[in-house]
């Protein structure tokens, strides 16, 4: 019942269309896996992070060198989840590369267990409503197209990606298009600035359930400033990193929602953290998402099953990013995804199918 070997695998996979969003154009996913190997047992857990450091400073390449040289060798044979996060918290942000590792600690733990992630987590719901986020399209027209084809699919709430200038003619647009009954939320990726406040208040004429993000992550004091100005509920995706900086945005007023992503925050042990200070404080919170295959997408939902995920999150199936995902397809049924609910994360990869993604594959032998 002990940790043998630690694999590092690296893949790739094409998305079915490319994604673009105000900090660029993803057409593909540079994957890393890590995956605990023991006597017993074995874990998956997904890394996050985009090929180039875009969306946040972490990149792929980037959580390969920092998992590689510092957190594989704090790893013993016979450690937990909870101790790796806490032998893990001398290393300074890096919570990307530090959620991977976790998670594959905690999928290896939690079948030995016989436990599933959802139910170690405190999960409430067996399925959870799936949302869609929408990538800037080149043309009005093509963004009603691809909208109109989400919600034939029964998605139950569009996210449209946004950036100045292609922003308050869009969400009209689609706005006109479907109807008010439409959830309808916007996500600006750090675009705008504090000077934009009054051009993003004409948002608020379209009932939007919220707008992710406005400004740059580190502009907490200016998302403060905006949540004045607007009336849309302003929520943060980039800037919450950490328990003590949702507690903080929540204090100073810096946002009133929070998109949970477990990758970005350093896991699902923070996760839950945030997700019960989110409810202790009457703060909505829903599961964001980075393109995941089916590993990082099977443990995104188990979290989504938390009773405080009262807004849809961006957990799609599937379907919507690959046309062949590394796991079993996780599908859309009347707008909901079932949440796996056998042991661990509840999915593992297809090996076939992950062997002729495969780019590179390392080991590591865990000693003491
Ligand atoms: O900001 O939520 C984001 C994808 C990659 C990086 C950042 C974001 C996104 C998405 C898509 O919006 C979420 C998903 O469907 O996985
Ligand atoms: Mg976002």
Known sequence: MTIQHIEIRRAHINLVSPFRTSFGVEVDRDLLYVHVVGSDEEGWGECVAMAAPLYSSEYVDGCDEVITRYLLPMITPTMTAQEFVLAA???????????AVETALLDYRLRRDKISLATFLGATQTRVASGVSVGIQS?????????SGYLA????????KIEPGLDIERVRAVREAFGDDMLLQVDANSAYTIDDASHLAKLD????LLIEQPL????????????KKVGTPICLDESITTFDVAR????????SIINIKPGRVGGYLESKKIHDLCVSRGVPVWCGGMLETGIGRAANLALAALPGFTLPGDTSASSR???????EPFVLRDGYIDVPNTVGI??????DVLDAMSSKSTKFVVSR
């Open 346 to 351: 509840g999915v593992r990869p297809i090996a």
């Open 321 to 327: 990013y690959f046309t062949q995902d590394v796991t």
């Open 89 to 99: 918290s001398s290393i300074r942000g890096n919570f990307m590369a530090k959620a």
């Open 139 to 147: 043309t009005t027209e093509e963004l009603l197209e691809t909208v």
């Open 153 to 160: 699919q029964g998605y139950v709430r569009i996210k449209l």
């Open 216 to 227: 740059p992550e580190e502009d907490l004091i200016g998302h403060v400033e905006l949540s």
């Open 248 to 255: 903080g945005a929540i204090d100073i007023g810096a946002c």
């Open 205 to 208: 004429e379209f009932n939007l």
